[in-house]
């Protein structure tokens, strides 16, 4: 199982961006996929997730400013970040499950097993 990152890098306070997640090695539809954060000293922290049929779940902090997608064709996990604040700045990892979630189980890293090496995302003036 190999998930691949792209997108970070640095934005302004109001700025957005949008990443990107690259499967292979499972079969990308019938996955629970999932967006977690992490500042260095803190704990991973739950962003947005989608389930195979689309169904989406996200933080309070992203509620209303993200929006997660998914290309099942293209084996590709979105989320598309708006109105940034300097408080999204962190590591953002994509991830996978092959579990059925309900949509607490979703917030949960220790529900998904696969993970990509993350993106650096920097908000800053």
């Known amino acids: 199982v190999q998930l691949v990152e792209s997108g970070g890098g640095l934005v302004q306070p109001g700025g957005s961006l949008r990443l990107s997640c690259v499967a292979s090695g499972i079969i990308f539809s019938v996955e629970n996929m999932g967006w977690f954060r992490q500042v260095p000293g803190k704990e991973r922290e739950f962003v947005a997730a989608?389930?195979?049929?689309?169904?989406?779940t996200y933080s309070d902090s992203a509620k209303g400013r993200f929006t997660i997608s998914r290309d099942n064709a293209r084996n590709t996990v979105n989320l598309q970040m708006n109105f940034l604040k300097p408080e999204d700045a962190a590591v953002y990892y994509c991830?996978?499950?092959?579990?059925?979630?309900?949509?607490?189980?979703?917030?949960?890293?220790?529900?998904?097993?696969?993970w990509g090496q993350g993106t650096q995302v920097t908000v800053s003036s």
């Open positions: 989608i389930r195979p049929g689309s169904g989406t």
């Open positions: 991830a996978a499950s092959q579990n059925a979630l309900t949509s607490v189980q979703q917030t949960s890293d220790r529900n998904f097993q696969a």
